[in-house]
């Protein structure tokens, strides 16, 4: 089984509409990343957080929301989904004592029309 | 202005060659770099890291090189194979968190 799963795997949505994408991680890690790849630009960190209780910024948050239900558990909002945050979605997962080595998801595409 | 960039979008090599792929920073805080490597409809998977302490590390036919004096990085696949074939990613880390900056990524080709 895999260790860190993304739900749905595809997405096709219209201009305006909220978007959850969701992300499960069965490694007990404590910290989860999200990021968006994009062409060229590669994976930019969108939000982050190091425990259930902690929610941080990242390079291009601007349109995007998150929640940490559970350790366990994080998901990622567009509350206004619009065509420019066409991309592929990855959830990454980090361990606080393993330096910088992330696990990540399979992946979401998201269309937005 | 990126932070990590791989210059070179795509390269094509023959089977059995060797595969040299780079990357340059400019974050002189940068002390932990990372090469992932990543299927189409997978995400990224961790292939080899090097500290700043050390300006080589080795994996079985990978190898990464670091020159900190010039900001580069570069990883060495010998022999190149095409099971190979993928996009690498290039990131660094200044600080504690498991922060990573990425780079745009460079899809390689063996070809048989």
């Known amino acids: 089984d895999a260790d860190v799963t993304q739900t749905p795997r595809n997405r096709i949505t219209k201009t305006g509409k909220r978007i959850m994408l969701e992300c499960s991680q069965t490694?007990?890690?404590?910290?989860m990343y999200w990021y968006r790849q994009d062409p060229g630009l590669g994976l930019r960190l969108i939000y982050y957080?190091?425990?259930?209780?902690?929610?941080n910024k990242g390079e291009i948050s601007d349109g995007y929301s998150v929640s940490r239900q559970a350790q366990a558990k994080f998901s990622l909002s567009l509350e206004s989904a619009i065509p420019n945050q066409t991309a592929l979605y990855f959830c990454?997962?980090?361990?606080?004592?393993?330096?910088?080595?992330?696990?990540f998801g399979p992946g979401t595409r998201l269309t937005v029309l | 202005d990126q932070q990590v960039k791989q210059n070179s979008p795509s390269l094509s090599v023959q089977e059995g060659r060797i595969s040299i792929l780079n990357c340059d920073y400019t974050?002189?805080?940068?002390?932990?770099f990372l090469w992932y490597k990543k299927y189409p409809a997978e995400g990224p998977t961790f292939l080899i890291s090097?500290?700043?302490?050390?300006d080589k590390n080795e994996d079985g036919r990978f190898t990464v090189f670091l020159n900190k004096s010039a900001k580069h990085l570069s990883l060495h696949i010998v022999p190149s194979q095409p099971g190979d074939s993928a996009v690498y990613f290039c990131?660094?880390?200044?600080?504690?968190?498991?922060?990573?900056?990425f780079g745009g990524g460079t899809r390689l080709m063996v070809k048989p």
């Open positions: 990454a997962t980090g361990a606080s004592a393993s330096y910088n080595e992330q696990f």
């Open positions: 490694k007990g890690h404590d910290r």
């Open positions: 957080s190091f425990d259930v209780k902690d929610i």
């Open positions: 974050n002189s805080m940068f002390d932990y």
């Open positions: 090097i500290s700043s302490i050390k």
């Open positions: 990131a660094a880390s200044g600080n504690a968190g498991n922060m990573l900056t």
